[in-house]
């Protein structure tokens, strides 16, 4: 399934360009948890192979797609407030659990919260909620998320590099392709766990 979403997105990012970038890292920075470890890295492999685009275009491209998904967020919170996403969050797939658990990280961290919250999985794509809630500065919550996203998608397009580097995972070699995937969990199960889980489980014993 992973190799097949590559193959397909490869071939469309020959149409899509920056656009699509653009667009898939605002899908991620919203209520659908689209990783963006399966969007920039195969973007930087294309833009290093071809020529077709480059490794600073994706990268401002990603952090205005994530800007506007996570500004969509912010924005719909501060407009419904907290009760109305609390009852329909549920229908795109935010629970009232994870909605307190951002509230808790936003309530800690504040605007550098925000940009954190860019490296890791979950509070991603949720933390504009309470940010909107609590009416956040927007602009600082702009300048978080462009500027975390932007290191972020940094660090995604140095990946897709060294990942274009591997001939076997490029001959389509699914040990390889595993190993790098498993890879990936591990440091982002890593990271959440460090930063997030225990920091969700100190708040709830709060």
């Known amino acids: 399934m992973l190799k097949s979403f590559i193959e397909w997105y490869l071939g469309a990012l020959d149409q899509g360009g920056y656009w699509l970038v653009a667009l898939l890292m605002a899908v991620e920075s919203s209520f659908l948890p689209l990783p963006s470890e399966l969007v920039i890295p195969p973007a930087a492999h294309l833009a290093v192979t071809t020529g077709r685009m480059s490794l600073a275009g994706i990268v401002i491209a990603a952090a205005i797609g994530s800007w506007i998904g996570a500004s969509l967020m912010y924005g719909a919170a501060r407009w419904l407030g907290r009760p109305l996403v609390v009852r329909f969050g549920r229908y795109l797939l935010v629970t009232p ?21 860019r490296f890791l999985p979950v509070i991603r794509h949720l933390i504009g909620l309470p940010a909107g809630i ?13 500027v ?21 995972l490029l001959a389509g ?31 709830r014993g709060a």
Do not use: P, Q
């Open 148 to 168: 975390g996203s932007g290191i972020w998608a940094s660090v995604l397009c140095w990946i897709g590099v060294k990942a274009g580097e591997d001939k076997e």
């Open 97 to 117: 659990e994870k909605l307190a658990a951002a509230e808790a990280w936003s309530t800690e961290f504040g605007s550098f919260g925000v940009f954190a919250a």
């Open 173 to 203: 070699n699914v040990h390889h392709l595993t190993i790098w995937f498993a890879g990936a969990v591990l440091v982002l199960g890593l990271l959440y766990w460090l930063f997030v889980h225990r920091f969700m489980h100190r708040a």
């Open 134 to 146: 609590v009416r956040l500065n927007y602009t600082w919550f702009s300048l978080a998320t462009l």
